[in-house]
């Protein structure tokens, strides 16, 4: 969500018609669904591969974190 306001905060809505505040709360949420989906993803494949390998090394770590990135690429 800081993020999300920070990001609203410098960014020029586009012009329509909403009022601005409407504009700012969508690029916030926007934003929360961003960073809660990536969060999610890397806790569960964290969790995923560790239960699958029956280790919890680094290597879960960085496969989870590798896709938790991959949701930034992807909305990119």
């Known amino acids: 969500a800081l993020y999300g306001s920070i990001a609203a905060a410098f960014m020029t809505p586009a012009p329509h018609p909403k009022p601005n ?4 709360l969508g690029l916030v949420g926007r934003y929360t669904l961003l960073i809660g989906s990536a969060g999610a ?5 964290t969790c995923a591969l560790a239960s699958i390998r029956d280790k919890d090394d680094y290597k879960n770590w960085a496969f989870g974190g590798a896709l938790a990135g991959s949701i ?5």
């Open 41 to 45: 993803l890397f806790a569960g494949s």
């Open 72 to 76: 930034f690429g992807i909305q990119g």
């Open 21 to 24: 505040i409407i504009q700012a």
